[in-house]
């Protein structure tokens, strides 16, 4: 079977060109292939910016298999696929540690405002303290929105601290409630009652905006944000609104809306609108914000687990080996 690999960093490539010789591999995104490349593939492997839509599998007849190197597949029309007898694959489970380390992280470094201690000069005698001053972790109420792998991982890591745990999950986990103390709530008193809310659900046109003006409102002034999933989960505008008004006292942000046209601004028009990208920036350099750049799951070991699990995916298919249920997504 013909593979195409997309979207390959330099491990990447020397991983699968020595196990794959007659793969096509290349850093580019899918979408970005020509033509006869496309309609030659019959197994293609991307990452998170490649688009699997109706129009791109009208240059793909046939394909057979989808093999993402992530977790989220937002990016891909699940239906779409289904209607042509295509059969999707992600890798759910490797980096729900890793993950979830990175969103404590961020926790801390808003609470001790950490960005801008590091913009202060060492024991200055013109710094003012008073300005650095930050918040403990401990004692907080935590809101987690999503009890999956991810935001199961965080509780356990939170425990720790000694805060007060709520959570809204469509299907509430007894072990966390009894092993963790956790509180499942509806998302309006999440919303009011914590301190700090972060965001470890999938992208759908559910959930997409979750975060927006009328649910801003309802939260405590002074609210953390965090979010390590996807960007479109928070409204950006409304974001940049309720930190300008006070309402929202910071955000760490792993994933920003319209996070493309960070990456390449030269797909402006195709990716969505010049607004997103200006609220971006101008997040960027907000004192009570810190961005970072999709890196919390870029880990050695995480990177080593998607590639060895796409790996086994890939060879399981052209084998025609089965594959582990939980793996295969539609």
């Known amino acids: 079977m013909r593979i195409v690999i997309a979207e390959a960093n330099e491990q990447e490539k020397q991983f699968f060109s020595k196990r794959f010789s007659n793969a096509y591999i290349t850093s580019k995104l899918l979408n970005d ?17 490649s688009k699997i ?39 759910p489970d490797y980096g729900d540690e890793t993950v979830a380390e990175f969103a404590l992280m961020l926790m801390l470094a808003v609470l001790r405002k950490l960005k801008n201690i590091m913009t202060s000069m060492w024991f200055s005698p013109k710094i003012d303290y008073v300005a650095l001053r930050g918040n403990d972790l401990h004692g907080k109420t935590v809101g987690i929105i999503g009890t999956g792998r991810i935001g199961k991982k965080l509780i356990k890591l939170l ?7 709520l959570a809204y999950d469509l299907y509430p986990d007894e072990e966390l409630e009894k092993k963790y103390e956790v509180n499942y ?31 801003i409102k309802k939260m405590k002034k002074g609210v953390v944000i965090i979010n390590t999933a996807r960007g ?3 409204d950006s505008e409304a974001l940049l609104e309720g930190i300008k008004e006070g309402r929202i006292g910071g955000a760490a942000l792993d994933v920003v809306e319209s996070e493309k046209m960070i990456i390449d601004e030269g797909d402006l028009q195709r990716e969505g609108s010049y607004k997103n990208a200006l609220i971006n920036h101008i997040l960027l350099k907000h004192p009570n914000v810190i961005i970072t750049p999709h890196i919390a799951y870029d880990t050695k070991e995480a990177v080593e687990r998607i590639i060895k699990r796409s790996y086994e995916h890939i060879s399981s298919l052209l084998s025609h080996k089965p594959i582990k249920k939980e793996y295969r997504i539609a």
């Not at 298999?65 to 937002?74: D, E, F, H, L």
């Open 33 to 49: 292939l020509p033509k006869n490349v496309l309609s030659k593939a019959e197994i293609v492997s991307i990452f998170i910016y």
């Open 53 to 91: 839509d109706e129009d791109l599998l009208k240059n793909m007849p046939n394909l057979k298999y989808v093999v993402t190197r992530s977790a989220g597949y937002n990016h891909i029309d699940l239906e779409a696929c289904k209607k042509r007898g295509i059969k999707v694959y992600n890798v």
């Open 159 to 165: 425990y720790g601290f000694e805060v007060k745990i």
């Open 185 to 215: 709530v509806g998302l309006d008193e999440l919303f009011k009652a914590s301190d700090i809310i972060s965001l470890h659900v999938p992208l759908t046109p559910q959930t997409k905006h979750l975060i927006n003006k009328k649910a």
């Open 232 to 234: 479109e989960l928070i």
